[in-house]
């Protein structure tokens, strides 16, 4: 059991999609806090019911929609001596989710704060995929217009870094054709609902991916993992 120190603010990790890949630690501390802030609160309460943890007294919204307004209510909290569990929905707050603006806060005001590791999209999906996993750069969510995107996909068209990133279900085929014309035709795999009861994974090359999948909606959570330029190829452009 984790002694749970007041004031104190814990950034737990959940679980990506299978409820129980969450640690004992962040059970412990879910059990004990007073507080929890979470991106949805009715996410978060399958969770505690999944793991038979009641709603704590004080149990409230933290999204990108509210976080300025959350993160002050959790700073007073903090300050008045109250312990306060973070979570969003999968994964750890702030990597692509609201939490950032949060530790900031707590940053500046000298408040205390751990973080309790867990479950990652982005490391499952390095494995799954089957590409070199020495070194990669995770882009999270790319920005929406296709010109921003373009230019955030040619700053890593000369890197050796396998990239990951995230994408919506409705826009992942428009970015495989984007990453294809600006990267090549580099290996690449799409892993969908991961840890989940329908997880799988689609391989090929970037254009082979996007034309497999055309324009239609695919279904779940997507993450997208692209190999780096190859070393013969990166030695090669250098040269010329």
Do not use: W
Request: net charge positive.
């Amino acid at each position: 059991m984790n002694t749970l120190v007041p004031g104190t603010l814990y950034l737990v990790a959940t679980p990506i999609g299978n409820l129980g890949d969450i640690t004992l630690r962040a059970l412990d501390i879910l059990r004990a806090v007073p507080a929890i802030a979470a991106e949805d609160t009715r996410h978060t309460h399958k969770l505690l019911s999944h793991h038979g943890i009641p709603r704590p007294g004080l149990f409230f919204a933290c999204h990108e929609h509210n976080e300025r307004g959350a993160a002050a209510r959790i700073i007073g909290l903090l300050k008045a001596g109250t312990a306060v569990a973070l979570v969003t929905d999968a994964g750890l707050p702030g990597v692509s989710d609201p939490g950032y603006l949060v530790v900031r806060e707590a940053l500046a005001a000298g408040l205390p704060y751990e973080i309790l590791p867990g479950a990652s999209a982005a490391q499952t999906a390095l494995l799954r995929a089957g590409l070199p996993m020495s070194s990669y750069t995770f882009l999270g969510f790319l920005p929406r217009k296709p010109g921003k995107q373009r230019a955030a996909l040619t700053r890593e068209a000369r890197r050796p870094h396998t990239l990951v990133l995230f994408e919506s279900p409705f826009r992942i085929g428009a970015l495989l054709r984007l990453a294809a014309s600006v990267l090549g035709e580099r290996p690449a795999a799409v892993c969908y609902e991961l840890t989940k009861a329908h997880e799988r994974v689609d391989r090929g090359t970037l254009g082979e991916l996007a034309a497999r999948l055309g324009d239609k909606p695919a279904k779940g959570e997507i993450t997208v993992v692209i190999a780096g330029l190859e070393r013969k190829k990166r030695v090669k452009g250098e040269e010329e």
